[in-house]
């Protein structure tokens, strides 16, 4: 089972950047999905999550109107279109796949059973 994020890079503040998360061994269209960040030193916290059928989503307030989950069942990927990016989205981002038939978002990391190894995101001011 593996999911693999990429897309990261370094942007100039203003840009924009989309984040794949592919997985596999894993189906994703019964799971939820999330993503969250890491910044050095501070803690994981949560970004955007999406229900298995992509209806639902949930952004953290600081990426509201900025970014934009997504996803591709039948690919087996899920997207997080970054906009507008600012210094302080600078993190590693990780995307996480719920358990099966689950219904509902979390916004925590126990919400989460398998974890991709991240990509690094830098934002330049």
């Known amino acids: 089972v593996q999911l693999q994020a990429s897309g990261g890079g370094l942007v100039q503040a203003g840009g924009s950047l989309r984040l794949s998360c592919a997985a596999s061994?894993?189906?994703?269209?019964?799971?939820?999905m999330g993503w969250f960040r890491q910044a050095p030193g501070k803690e994981r916290e949560f970004v955007s999550g999406i229900s298995w059928s992509g209806v639902s989503t949930v952004y953290a307030d600081f990426v509201k109107g900025r970014f934009t989950i997504s996803r591709d069942n039948p690919k087996n990927t899920v997207y997080l279109r970054m906009n507008s990016l600012k210094p302080e989205d600078t993190a590693v981002y990780y995307c996480a796949a719920g358990p099966a038939t689950t219904v509902g978002i979390s916004t925590t990391v126990r919400g989460y059973d398998f974890w991709g190894q991240g990509t690094l995101v830098t934002v330049s001011s």
């Open positions: 061994g894993l189906t994703l269209s019964s799971r939820r």
